[in-house]
């Protein structure tokens, strides 16, 4: 069983930054593909940033250069760093846990973030 606890949300002014954190709770994390998700309401959920256990990543072009995904593996734990934040950045964030052996993708709860001025 995985659990996963996003944290790091809020609200901020266009050119602001904010980190957000997912903890990963369960076994053999080193086996799972790690990526952030973001969704508006009436719009599909999109793929924002994904890191491979080896740390290789890959972005979606409109965040790259300002969004900076990274993990920790001694403590379970997968860090979005976004800079320079824009209205249409704005979305509820979602953390998914992608099992390399099984396929089987883990969902966190979400988190808002929130980019006006």
């Known amino acids: 069983q995985v659990e996963l606890v996003e944290s790091g949300g809020g609200s901020v002014q266009p050119g602001g930054s904010l980190r957000l954190t997912c903890a990963y709770f369960?076994?053999?994390?080193?086996?799972?593909?790690m990526s952030w998700y973001r969704q508006v309401p009436g719009k599909q959920r999109e793929l924002v940033a994904i890191?491979?256990?080896?740390?290789?990543?890959n972005y979606a072009d409109s965040v790259k250069d300002r969004f900076t995904i990274t993990r920790d593996n001694s403590k379970s734990t997968v860090y979005l760093q976004m800079n320079n934040l824009k209205p249409e950045d704005t979305a509820v964030y979602y953390c998914?846990?992608?099992?390399?052996?099984?396929?089987?993708?883990?969902w966190g709860q979400g988190t808002q973030v929130t980019v006006s001025s």
């Open positions: 998914d846990a992608h099992d390399l052996r099984t396929r089987y993708d883990y």
């Open positions: 890191i491979s256990p080896g740390s290789s990543t």
């Open positions: 369960g076994r053999e994390f080193a086996f799972f593909a």
